[in-house]
C-alpha cells in the first residue's frame, strides 16, 4: 500500500506579508481568498491534520478541509520575537 503525504503552507497573513514572525494572526482578505480559489483542487484524503496557529486553521477552513488540530504540528515559539521584523530582531 502507498501512502501520499501533502504539506500545505497557510495563506498569507499581515505578519507574513510584512516579513514578520508569526503573530498569531487571522488571513488577511488577499490570503483567504488564495485559500478559497483552491478549494476543491487537492485530492481526497483519509486524513486532515493542521497545526493549531489561526493562519493554519483559517486556511483549512477555506480550502473545505475537514482537519484535525494537532498540537505537534504548532509552529516554533518565537518568544519576544513574536511579531518582530528581522530587522528589529537583528
Known amino acids: 500500500m502507498t501512502s501520499r503525504v ?12 510584512q516579513a514578520r514572525f508569526d503573530d498569531g494572526c487571522p488571513l488577511d482578505a488577499s490570503g483567504l481568498r488564495q485559500a478559497r480559489s483552491a478549494a476543491g483542487t487537492l485530492p481526497a484524503a483519509e486524513r486532515v491534520w493542521v497545526s493549531p496557529t489561526v493562519r493554519c486553521r483559517e486556511t483549512a477552513v477555506a480550502l473545505g478541509l475537514d482537519a484535525v488540530e494537532a498540537p505537534q504540528l504548532a509552529a516554533l515559539d518565537t518568544g519576544r520575537w513574536r511579531g518582530a521584523s528581522l530587522a528589529e530582531v537583528s
Not at 501533502?6 to 506579508?17: D, E, F, H, K, V
Open 6 to 17: 501533502i504539506l500545505i503552507s497557510p495563506a498569507i497573513t499581515a505578519a507574513l506579508r
